[in-house]
C-alpha cells in the first residue's frame, strides 16, 4: 500500500487560519506531519515550487490529498493536466471538502479521475487542431520558405500532444511545425515531457 501525501497552498487573501484548516483536515485523513508539502503564494507570481516537490516524491500506489480541489490548480487547464498525470502514473488522488469530494478508491472518484482524463485529452486535441489550422493558414498567406522559423508556444504544446503517441513519426511532426528534429528535440524529449528550452519559451519555472 502506498503513502498519503498532503499539499496545501495559501495565499494573501487566504490568511493563514485557511492554511491551519488544511494541515488539520490532512492529518485528520491520515497524512503523516512529514508528508505534507505547502506553498505560500504572494503578488501576481505564484510560486508552485512545493507542488513541484511533492509531485516528485509521489510513487506508484500513493495517494495525493488535498483539502479542495482549488488548492491544486493554477487554472481548469493546469488542474486538469496536472490530475490526468497523476492519473497516467498510477497515483490516487483524494479531495476532502468542497462542492466536489474525489476519492480515486470510490466508484464515483474513479469516474471523475477518468473525466479529467478526457478533459485533458480533448485539451491536446484542440491545441493540435488549432496548430495545423495556424500553420495550414501561415502557408497559405505565403509565409513558407527562407529561415525555419522558432519553436512558438502553440508549437511546443503540439509536439508535447504529439510526442509519446505510438502513432506520431518524428520526422513527419518536424515537417508540419517547419522545424529541424534538433530544435524538437531541445524543446520536448521524446515522451512529451518539456526540456529546458521548452520551459523558457513557455515561461515554466
Known amino acids: 500500500m502506498?503513502?498519503?501525501?498532503?499539499?496545501?497552498?495559501?495565499?494573501?487573501a487566504d490568511g493563514s487560519q485557511v492554511l491551519d484548516l488544511q494541515k488539520d483536515a490532512?492529518?485528520?485523513?491520515?497524512v503523516g506531519d512529514q508528508m505534507i508539502y505547502e506553498d505560500f503564494a504572494s503578488g501576481k507570481k505564484d510560486d508552485r515550487s512545493g507542488l513541484d516537490a511533492c509531485v516528485k516524491a509521489l510513487r506508484p500506489?500513493?495517494?495525493?490529498?488535498?483539502?479542495?480541489?482549488?488548492?491544486?490548480?493554477?487554472?481548469?487547464?493546469?488542474?486538469?493536466?496536472?490530475?490526468?498525470?497523476?492519473?497516467?502514473?498510477?497515483v490516487g488522488f483524494r479531495?476532502?471538502?468542497?462542492?466536489?469530494?474525489?476519492?480515486?478508491?470510490?466508484?464515483?472518484?474513479?469516474?471523475?479521475?477518468?473525466?479529467?482524463?478526457?478533459?485533458?485529452?480533448?485539451?491536446?486535441?484542440?491545441?493540435?487542431?488549432?496548430t495545423i489550422a495556424g500553420l495550414a493558414s501561415a502557408r497559405a498567406r505565403g509565409r513558407v520558405g527562407?529561415?525555419?522559423a522558432t519553436?512558438?508556444?502553440?508549437?511546443?504544446?503540439?509536439?508535447?500532444?504529439?510526442?509519446?503517441?505510438?502513432?506520431?513519426?518524428v520526422a513527419d511532426l518536424c515537417k508540419e511545425l517547419g522545424i529541424s528534429r534538433q530544435t524538437l528535440y531541445r524543446h520536448v524529449g521524446p515522451d512529451g515531457v518539456l526540456r529546458e528550452d521548452g520551459k523558457k519559451a513557455l515561461g515554466v519555472l
Open 146 to 148: 527562407g529561415r525555419k
Open 95 to 130: 479531495v476532502l471538502s468542497g462542492q466536489m469530494p474525489i476519492d480515486t478508491s470510490s466508484a464515483q472518484g474513479k469516474l471523475m479521475f477518468g473525466i479529467f482524463a478526457s478533459l485533458a485529452e480533448f485539451e491536446r486535441e484542440l491545441i493540435r487542431e488549432r
Open 26 to 30: 490532512l492529518l485528520h485523513a491520515g
Open 2 to 12: 502506498g503513502e498519503l501525501i498532503g499539499y496545501m497552498r495559501v495565499s494573501k
Open 61 to 90: 500506489g500513493d495517494t495525493l490529498v488535498v483539502w479542495k480541489l482549488d488548492r491544486l490548480g493554477r487554472d481548469l487547464r493546469h488542474l486538469v493536466t496536472t490530475v490526468d498525470d497523476l492519473s497516467k502514473r498510477g
Open 151 to 169: 519553436m512558438t508556444s502553440a508549437k511546443i504544446r503540439l509536439a508535447q500532444a504529439s510526442m509519446g503517441k505510438p502513432e506520431t513519426v
